[in-house]
């Protein structure tokens, strides 16, 4: 009798996991296609605050049309929501325009390599500010981790400090933002959709002023200007093609992380840098030395330790 009650339930386990299998898959190919564009922007054009700020603008231009036709439910919030929501943004902004800032400045792959130490960043942050504490395994996962990063990034062929400061300063911001974000999603009715929704909406508030005051309309006006003339007319569906991707990548993320637990929301990220970063040094023919691939491939065996070690 037990037999058919059985089969039900690995149906429906089995379903679930095709489900979350088609998440990670979806939003991994839509992360490779966003920085494959956002490189290829930022060559031609190198304003990354302008770049993050248009992401941030397209992703709340395109859920307002969506609230406005009913293809999205609307979200229901009120004052205390927006409050949960601000240093989530900060940490977003801060996080989004840093990792920019960084690929602006170095090879895609070296920014996802740096940033496959977020982990890293993640035990320390808990340890020191919040005095959580670890098995020892974990804090035996941050040596690979760390050692392997650092031998990545003195072996660099090009290596720029702006570049790997942006990338820390990414892994750092996103450490909170995760920290308050799993604070602020729970026990609130917003999907994970809508939540992204927001968190882009207030984020776009936040930076514009900032990307205003570092670069600015005349910087952007001359440097436009270049880009056009280089690359013709198509270079505004670059810009239109990173910032609508970097959209939909995090919004399928954020609806993954809806379903699934941090820590595999965190090992589908690792495994997500290795798609960018193996794709990225073939489309734009990064060199790379045996020992710098090595260091890249010891820090990312040191996140899948170190997911091991928590689970
Ligand atoms: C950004 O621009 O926000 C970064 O490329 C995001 O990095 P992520 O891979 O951690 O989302």
Redesign the pocket.
């Known amino acids: 009798k037990s037999q058919p009650i059985q089969s039900a339930t690995e149906k429906s386990e089995a379903a679930k996991r095709l489900k979350i299998g088609i998440y990670f898959a979806t939003w991994w190919a839509l992360?490779v296609v966003?920085?494959i564009y956002?490189k290829k922007v930022l060559n031609a054009f190198p304003y990354p605050w302008l770049t993050?700020t248009l992401?941030l603008a397209t992703g709340s231009l395109m859920m307002l049309i969506s609230w406005a036709t009913r293809i999205a439910e609307t979200p229901k919030t009120d004052f205390e929501f927006w409050k949960t929501l601000f240093p989530v943004a900060v940490a977003?902004t801060i996080?989004?325009?840093a990792?920019?800032v960084s690929?602006s400045k170095v090879a895609v792959s070296f920014?996802?390599i740096i940033?496959s130490g977020?982990p890293a960043f993640s035990v320390l942050v808990s340890r020191f500010l919040l005095g959580e504490t670890f098995p020892l395994s974990v804090y035996l996962s941050l040596v690979p981790i760390i050692g392997g990063c650092a031998l990545a990034a003195v072996t660099e062929l090009n290596f720029n400090m702006t570049g790997f400061m942006g990338a820390m300063i990414?892994n750092l911001a996103?450490v909170f933002r995760n920290i308050f974000s799993k604070r602020g999603m729970k026990g609130k009715s917003v999907s994970g959709m809508n939540y992204y929704a927001c968190l882009s909406m207030l984020s776009l508030l936040i930076l514009t002023p900032f990307a205003i005051a570092v670069e600015g309309p005349q910087m952007w006006e001359v440097g436009w200007k270049t880009a056009v003339s280089q690359i013709g007319p198509n270079f505004i569906w670059w810009v239109a093609a990173q910032s609508v991707f970097?959209h939909l990548?995090?919004q399928v993320?954020y609806m993954s992380l809806d379903q699934i637990s941090p820590l595999t929301f965190s090992i589908g990220?690792t495994m997500?840098?290795i798609s960018?970063i193996v794709s990225s040094i073939i489309i734009f023919r990064t060199p790379v030395q045996p020992v710098n691939a090595l260091g890249a491939a010891i820090a990312v065996l040191g996140t899948f330790l170190y997911s091991q070690a928590k689970q």
């Open positions: 992360n966003f920085n956002n993050s992401s977003h996080g989004h325009v990792a920019t690929m920014t996802h940033k977020e990414s996103f970097y990548y995090n993320s990220n997500k840098r960018v």
